[in-house]
């Protein structure tokens, strides 16, 4: 991630998932709204209505006289306003709102509407490498394997809101039925990694909120970095997640580390992109060409 010069904006558009936050999503966005207004800028809110609604909101954006987008959400919301975008580096900010915000810890983003209005006006902004999983964008993780097999679990099962309870029960069936993936991870630069069970492609080191990846792992890069997992037992992942919550996971035997401009995973496993199931390996992932401009405050 690098610096761009401040542009403080005149005209914002709010994009709000009224349920995130159990609700609070909708109370927050109306008072970010209110909190612009008061600075002067022109503020308009947008609730979603159904899955899908976000993108196509940010997409008819395009063609709109707005400075700057705004998500209200989750992580998932972030990553469906960054999809709807015909432009991915036109600024936008982000008032968290849900489960983990692993965005918002990674940038050190306000959850207070007044902070997060300050920031806004400022018009400073990080820019930060976009990932692509096949067409779709993601700026915190692909996750192919075990952890998309959690995912999709969660997208079976979820009803209403989402919270971090809701979790166990989708990581309590992935472990009761173990899946055992056999995947191909072939890069750019032409290695070969073989019967692997995950394939974890991140451009951040916090995972879920909890879970800290390797030092290795450099946000400010403009490379993906791969962990490929050859990981069987529950028992060996488990040990491995609680090494992330101690912040002790190492490249070893159970997992390497590769930075990379972009790679193929092969063979058939559920993957997820910043927290949502997305569908099916085979994939293709590789770096956009634009970089995002996210808006942050002053302290980050």
């Not at 990694?193 to 492609?201: F, N, T």
Request: with cysteine; net charge positive; proline share 6%.
């Amino acid at each position: 991630m690098s610096e761009s010069p401040a542009k403080p904006p005149r005209r914002v558009l709010v994009i709000a998932n009224p349920i995130s936050g159990g609700g609070r999503g909708k109370v927050r966005a109306a008072q970010l709204a209110d909190a612009l207004r008061a600075r002067g800028l022109t503020a308009e809110c947008h609730f979603t209505t159904a899955a899908g609604d976000a993108g196509a909101r940010a997409r008819a954006a395009a063609d709109e006289d707005w400075q700057t987008l705004v998500a209200v959400g989750g992580d998932g919301t972030v990553n469906e306003v960054l999809n709807g975008m015909p432009d991915p580096s036109r600024p936008l900010a982000v008032l968290p709102v849900g489960t983990a915000n692993v965005l918002a810890l990674e940038l050190g983003l306000p959850k207070d509407p007044q902070a997060a209005a300050a920031a806004i006006a400022a018009g400073r902004c990080r820019s930060m490498t976009i990932g692509v999983a096949d067409d779709r964008r993601f700026l915190l993780f692909c996750g192919v394997g075990v952890d998309g097999a959690v995912v999709h679990r969660l997208h079976q099962v979820r009803t209403g809101t989402l919270g971090k309870h809701k979790w166990l029960g989708p990581i309590l069936h992935t472990v009761r039925n173990w899946p055992r993936f056999s995947l191909r991870a072939t890069f750019a630069d032409g290695r070969v990694l073989d019967d692997l069970s995950s394939v974890l492609v991140t451009r951040v080191r916090n995972y879920g909120g909890v879970i800290q990846l390797p030092r290795a792992v450099d946000p400010d890069s403009d490379q993906l970095y791969a962990l490929c997992f050859r990981i069987r037992s529950r028992t060996a992942w488990c040990w491995q997640g609680a090494r992330g919550l101690l912040r002790q996971m190492r490249p070893g035997r159970a997992f390497e580390l590769i930075a990379t401009t972009g790679l193929r995973v092969d063979g058939t496993a559920p993957y997820q992109l910043d927290g949502d199931h997305a569908g099916t390996s085979p994939l293709t992932i590789r770096c956009e060409a634009v970089k995002a401009n996210l808006v942050v405050p002053e302290s980050s």
